[in-house]
């Protein structure tokens, strides 16, 4: 039963929601989404000339925006490998992270405070990591109702916060760092905070009000800002940060060099080739790049011992 309610939802998912990136069709849907945390890493049942090829992706929005923003893009990638692939949707960045750790995945995208943590233990290796705007890194917005008298991140004492998920750059290591630089905490500083597990759904609670305050990825508002303005209407950007590196593509450590060669050629062509140029436009990517470990100093900079 539990199965069967997975598939209705996927099936669902993928008829309501793959319209809003949708640029091409495909004659086949490679790409089966996996948004419960119990599903088999391993399809014993298929030859290994059909073998899959399995991605997971920290949910640096909501399962339905996730989905909804990789789907031509994954589609793209599966029909230049020629393996169906298996998108493995989790909750936490941590639980994308212990995919990485055991080798359930064979690459996933995750984010910048993320992947200082699994580089840190040496789990996994860069792939490729966007373009955007010209450059290969972003900022963190802290963001507040437009009607509200707050004007700077120290006025936001004694307002409501969102955090986005523990291991989040722009959404916990940047405030967090914020107020310890101010010599406070959370606990002291905000009348109440919460994890949202989405960008978005932190952008949708300032919008309406429901949380006072929150420190959001920048790209993510700036997608949503042009392609929804309704969702942000409401709301004013009170500070950005530095730059940080972008949050990358990343491979676990012992996935073997014929396969780490392929998945890192397959996504620096994307933008060679008329279709997946079409859907990079969509993403407002420019084209995937290797990068040096180093854009990551500043996300390192901003964790608390």
Known sequence: MKLNKSIRFIVLSAILFSGLLSCTNYEQQKVDVDFSDTVSAKLNTVSDSLSPVYIAIASMTSPRETFNYYHDLINFISGKIGHPIYFKQKKTYEEVNELLETGEVDFAFICSGAYIEEARHKHVKLLVAPVI??????????????????????????????????????????????????????????????????????????????????????????????????RVENIKIIEKSTLFGIPPVVTPLNLDKKSFKKYRDIFLGINEDSVGMEILKKLKIEKFVIVNDKIYDNVRKLKIQ
């Open 133 to 230: 705007n010209g450059q290969t890194y972003y900022q963190a917005y802290i963001i507040t109702q437009k009607n509200s008298p707050v004007n700077s991140f120290e006025e936001l004492e004694g307002h409501s916060f969102a955090y986005t998920d523990p291991l989040s750059n722009t959404g916990y290591l940047y405030p967090r760092r914020h107020l310890y630089n101010m010599g406070t905490n959370e606990n002291l500083f905000f009348s109440k905070t919460i994890f949202t597990n989405g960008h978005d759904i932190s952008i949708q609670m300032v919008n309406r009000g429901i949380i006072d305050a929150s420190s959001v990825h920048g790209l993510i508002f700036d997608y949503i800002a042009s392609v929804y303005p309704q």
